[in-house]
């Protein structure tokens, strides 16, 4: 863990103390609960955008598609009553080639990330409204899927399981972000793309794959999303969630230039944006004002972030040079 | 050698440079250094790479003041100039790369902060008295197209004459121009020349920086020479010509240092082979080369003459645009530096911080990159691994650094080029192509990055080395082949090798 994270870690913790004083409601089971399973469907999420965001590439399609698969997902086993572990396979499927496209266009047609995914943004969206005909999916009444209810709704001991399954994501993502040759080559690619290059990395691949994780774990999260929900709107359903990824992202220490950012980081992205929204909530701020407290904590906690570092790199500069007029006599 | 015969000597100078020196750590980039240059009158400046032309450039641009000696400009003696004196005093400069807006119009450029506004509390751009002031400049320059033209749209040349027109709208009264022509090609060229002649009818004074010879040769009424931060000589009008240029660039005193160090070696199979291969930078030169098991091939020529450019399609990086490449008698076809590595072909390249190295990433990480699932199990890198690769090469190369997991970034330029050196030696390199490697090294990481070469021409591998040091050239290949606009100009075997026949082929004529 590095000293960014444990920072933030902290943060975390004195926010939830605070609240939890203010208000004692924010320490019930239920409360805890709710929260962890929001955080759990959002991390997801964050994971697959921070993929994109280390190559300095940005996903802005992913409320979009979190809309589409959702919908697609609900009318794949409520309507046209498809097995629901096909319906799963075909809608992750469904993920993996949304962002196979995107990182085709980004890396062979060398268009750039945040227009390509802004045109994705606004097709995947209207093609959500247009299957629908602007109306919403949902299940029938009576409809069940018990083992799958159980899988992502579910709790067990207590846990959601959404919570848990993002522990186990973020486990495995965990090691291919910080110990695999793939790992490295994003970080490589994030810092220097030339360079990654002359070293003889296919560059194009490896950034493509990003884009098709991104598109996975989006295709995962929309179908948590899509059952916690259990009805689409595709007008307002998912909107805004890609801001949420970045900004889980952004506030964990990556950088939008690529290159920059640990898996801890945007998890503990995630749990503070939870915690403000929670926190929105408990204290009985209007919940109108919900974005501008969540913009504003961004805000701060990016320039607290950047003086840190600008005031570490002064007193090393002035370390360094105390130590050359001490050692100048010696030599 | 005098000037006698230019009707203008007899005119005071506008500018004037009395014994200039300007030295920096460890080097004098110009020694006792005076030149002249009057109204009307155009100056070729030429020189080796390294001669101290772009100090002088330089310091004529206010950009440095040299430690001791004076600049006389229109009768006033300066200390130094400062960018703004430069730019008041008339003295305009017209860069190799240009410094134009492309996406802005050529009236837009030309009076670019300077645009003449309406009257109003909006201070919007008066088009029409823009348009009225860029017409006149563009006529002098004898421009074949529109004040309204994008930048972009224009080629070279047009560019160019968008670049003197600025500098003629801030009434220059002394335009040099740095390399002008050397991306140019030969019928834009012409146009340029014409240019400068208008200038010179104007009484506007011309400094022509070139490495192109003949050109100078067609404009200059004069021209200084620089060797080693000295002035080697001046020509005058009737003295002007490629072989007294070429004189004075080597210098008489080099001849004899020049030898054959040691005996030739017998040459391996060619490894590499290029044939007709044409680069994208000179689309219609093809190129033919060998670079054979064993040797150094050092590949000489000016700035710009197409050899990075060649050496990138031999990495992959570029694609050639006709013709083949052959790896041991083998059809080779790279889609990418990826395919090139994978050959064996491995790329030191010039630009060691934007390409060569990840200056964030440790020297273990930078090493075992282009190889990285060797150093990993079951795809996961394993540091152990990679640390013993790093400290080994460490070792060998004498890489002066706290640890291998030190970053790159904080260390010197030469412990820098020995890390991309490790990162291909950690491989088994068949063919290693050196751009520039000795670029910004101090001497004695020099003379270990020779031994290096040395030591892998001996193991077998073939050995390209791109260089404009005239002596690194000279001293470490075994053969040399000359670059001229993007072709092979010749090549040299070791018993003809003189810094005189590498120039000669470098500016296209006949070595002797």
């Known amino acids: 863990m590095s000293k960014k994270d444990l920072g933030l870690l902290i943060l975390i913790l004195v926010v939830g103390a605070i609240v939890a004083i203010i208000n004692p409601r924010f320490l019930l089971p239920i409360n805890l609960a709710n929260t962890s399973n929001l955080i759990g469907l959002f991390g997801i999420l964050s994971i697959g955008q921070a993929f994109v965001i280390i190559t300095g590439g940005i996903e802005l399609s992913v409320g979009s598609v979190v809309a589409l698969l959702g919908t697609l997902f609900i009318d794949f086993i409520a309507v046209r009553e498809l097995d629901w572990p096909l319906a799963f396979v075909l809608i992750i499927a469904l993920g993996a080639i949304i962002g196979l496209v995107h990182g085709w266009l980004i890396t062979r047609l060398k268009l750039q990330p945040f227009v390509v995914t802004l045109c994705g943004l606004l097709i995947y969206r209207g093609v959500a409204r247009f299957y629908t005909a602007d109306g919403t999916a949902g299940f029938a009444f009576g409809q069940n899927f018990p083992e799958l209810e159980f899988l992502t709704a579910g709790r067990s001991y207590g846990v959601p399981n959404s919570f848990i399954a993002l522990i186990v994501i973020a486990i495995v993502m965990w090691v291919v972000l910080h110990r695999s040759v793939f790992g490295r080559y994003l970080y490589a690619i994030g810092k220097n793309e030339e360079a990654a290059k002359y070293s003889g990395i296919r560059t194009g691949r490896i950034v493509m794959a990003a884009y098709v994780i991104c598109g996975v774990l989006t295709a995962l999260s929309a179908i948590y999303f899509a059952m916690y929900t259990r009805s689409i709107s595709p007008a307002s359903h998912g909107q805004f969630y890609e801001l949420y990824a970045i900004a889980a992202a952004v506030l964990g220490g990556f950088s939008l230039r690529g290159g920059e950012g640990s898996l801890i980081g945007v998890i503990l992205g995630t749990v503070l944006l939870q915690e403000l929204q929670n926190l929105v909530n408990l204290l009985g701020i209007p919940s109108s004002l919900n974005f501008a407290v969540m913009g504003g904590v961004i805000l701060i906690g990016v320039l607290v972030d950047q003086q840190w570092s600008v005031f570490r790199a002064r007193r090393l500069m002035v370390d360094a040079a105390r130590k050359n007029v001490a050692g100048a006599p010696a030599e | ?512």
């Open chain 2, 1 to 512: 050698m005098n000037y006698s015969d230019t009707s203008i000597a007899a005119t005071t100078p506008f500018l004037s440079l009395e014994s200039v020196r300007k030295t920096y750590p460890g080097v004098v980039a110009l020694d006792g250094f005076s030149m002249e240059v009057r109204p009307g009158e155009v100056i070729g400046l030429v020189g080796e790479n390294g001669a101290g032309k772009s100090t002088l450039m330089k310091i004529l641009g206010g950009v440095t003041t040299p430690d001791t000696g004076t600049i006389t400009v229109d009768g006033t003696a300066h200390k130094g100039l400062s960018v703004e004196g430069s730019l008041g005093s008339g003295i305009a400069f017209v860069h190799q790369e240009l410094n134009l807006f492309e996406n802005l119009d050529v009236a837009a450029n030309i009076f670019f902060g300077r645009e003449p506004l309406r009257a109003g509390p909006l201070k919007l751009v008066d088009r029409s008295k823009l348009r009225e002031m860029v017409a006149p400049l563009l006529k002098r320059v004898g421009a074949n197209f529109s004040a309204d033209a994008q930048v972009a749209d224009l080629s070279l040349a047009q560019q160019q004459m968008v670049e003197i027109a600025k500098a003629l709208s801030i009434k220059a009264r002394l335009v040099i121009l740095d390399e002008p022509t050397s991306s140019l090609p030969l019928a834009e060229t012409d146009k340029l020349l014409d240019v400068i002649k208008a200038l010179k009818a104007d009484g506007i004074s011309v400094i022509f920086i070139s490495h192109r010879l003949h050109e100078v040769e067609r404009v200059a009424d004069r021209v200084v020479v620089l060797r080693d931060g000295m002035l080697a000589g001046t020509l005058g009008k009737r003295d002007i010509n490629h072989d007294q240029m070429v004189k004075l660039m080597i210098g008489r005193m080099l001849k004899e240092r020049e030898k054959a160090s040691e005996a030739a070696r017998a040459p391996g199979a060619v490894a590499l082979a290029a044939k007709a291969v044409r680069t994208p930078t000179y689309p219609s030169r093809p190129v033919d080369l060998d670079v054979r098991r064993g040797e150094i091939l050092g590949l000489a020529g000016l700035v710009g003459s197409g050899r990075t450019e060649l050496a990138r399609v031999f990495f992959g990086i570029d694609g050639s645009l006709g013709g083949t490449l052959e790896l041991d008698g083998k059809t080779l076809v790279l889609g990418s530096a990826a395919d090139a590595v994978a050959q064996g072909i491995f790329l030191v390249p010039e630009d060691r911080k934007l390409t060569g190295i990840l200056l964030d990433l440790s020297i273990a990480q930078n090493i075992s990159l282009p190889n990285l699932p060797a150093h990993a199990r079951r795809s996961l890198v394993s540091a152990s691994a990679e640390t013993a690769t790093a400290e080994k090469q460490k070792r060998n190369l004498g890489i002066k650094a706290p640890s291998v997991q030190t970053r790159t970034g904080t260390l010197s330029g030469g412990n820098q080029q020995k890390v991309v050196l490790g990162k291909w030696l950690a491989m088994n390199p068949k063919v290693m192509i050196l751009d520039e490697p000795t670029r910004g090294i101090d001497i004695g990481a020099k003379a270990e990055i020779y031994g290096l070469m040395r030591a892998l021409a001996d193991a077998g591998v073939a050995v390209l080395m791109i260089s404009s040091d005239m002596e690194e050239v000279i001293g470490v290949s075994d053969r040399i082949a000359v670059m001229h606009e993007g072709q092979i100009s010749g090549i040299l075997d070791k018993d003809q090798f003189s810094q005189e026949n590498v120039l000669l082929l470098a500016v296209g004529k006949q070595p002797k």
